[in-house]
């Protein structure tokens, strides 16, 4: 079972990377250089969701087949997502 101090830990990092994405917002950089400020808000959002998944979710602690499932899931509601998107027009 993790510690509270690893627990603390990720909290801080997620909190760094959420303070980040603002401050992209804040300093103007999505005006300026838009595709870079947007691409580095997509990374962090996906390193985020990669530490809540993995020790909030406890993933990171289960089988690999639960890990799969999830991922199953999540895949399937992004094709769907995206395959709505396309047939609004």
Same mark, same amino acid.
């Given at each position: 079972?993790?510690?509270t101090k690893l627990y603390a830990g990720i909290y801080?990092? =997620?909190f760094a990377f959420a303070t980040a994405q603002v /401050? !992209?917002? !804040?300093? &103007?950089?999505?005006e300026s250089a838009y595709w870079l400020a947007f &691409? /580095? %808000? %997509? +990374? =962090?959002?996906l390193i985020k969701a =990669? !530490?809540?998944a993995g020790y909030y979710?406890?993933?990171?602690y289960e089988p690999r087949s639960i890990t !799969?499932? +999830? =991922?199953? &899931?999540? %895949?399937? /509601?992004l094709v769907l997502t995206i395959a709505a998107s396309y047939s609004i027009t």
């Open positions: 079972m993790p510690s801080v990092v =997620l /401050a !992209f917002e !804040f300093v &103007g950089l999505l &691409g /580095a %808000i %997509i +990374v =962090l959002s =990669l !530490f809540v979710q406890h993933l990171r !799969f499932v +999830v =991922l199953s &899931g999540l %895949i399937t /509601a």
